[in-house]
């Protein structure tokens, strides 16, 4: 796993540095060598925060935690992260024992509501939107005057579909596609 480690508003010490890859690297064995881990620290008001970000392939793994000592939220990051890969790891364990039972007994319905029952991600609400050219702060009052977290729109200097999004201390983000 490659590590990308950034300050914001503080400089890092080579312990807590050291703690970074002694922490994050009990999950290089679930993920491949061209995963890359980015932890940003950011200090504010006394206040440490800590944000890690594992992208691996198409997967990504987000936490972030803020506490008074940088170390302690790495902790906490590093405790969600394992929950969220556990999560993961079971649900998907699941799908594929459940898959793997149907291939065998193709007669016997295999009931998902039981394989899945409290992870299931189903969708109960289809919406069809027109997305127009807009500019990114055009996009960006759109929702703020709807009132939601998020809205998609088609940028007006790109030509591609993008995504404005809120963020916490009133500032927005923006996602772009790759391709």
Sequence with gaps: ???????????LKDN???????????????????????????????????????RDGAMVYRAESTALEMNDALDAVVDI??????????????????DSLAQYFESEAVNDEDVLAEDDYSVVRT????????????AILQMNLIGHEFFMFRN?????????????GNTY???ESED
């Design 1 to 11: 796993m490659k590590y990308n480690i950034v300050g914001r508003k503080v400089n």
């Design 16 to 54: 807590f540095k050291e703690r970074v890859y002694k922490k994050l690297g009990k999950f290089e064995k679930i993920y491949s060598e061209d995963a890359e881990a980015t932890v940003t620290v950011t200090l504010e008001k006394n206040r440490q925060t800590v944000e890690v970000t594992i």
């Design 81 to 98: 992260l394992a929950g969220q890969i556990r999560k993961n790891k079971t649900k998907l364990s699941k799908k594929m024992k459940a």
């Design 127 to 138: 919406k069809t939107i027109s997305v127009k050219p807009l500019s990114v702060e055009e």
């Design 156 to 168: 007006s200097s790109t030509n591609a579909i993008n995504v404005v999004y809120k963020r916490k």
């Design 173 to 175: 983000g923006l996602l």
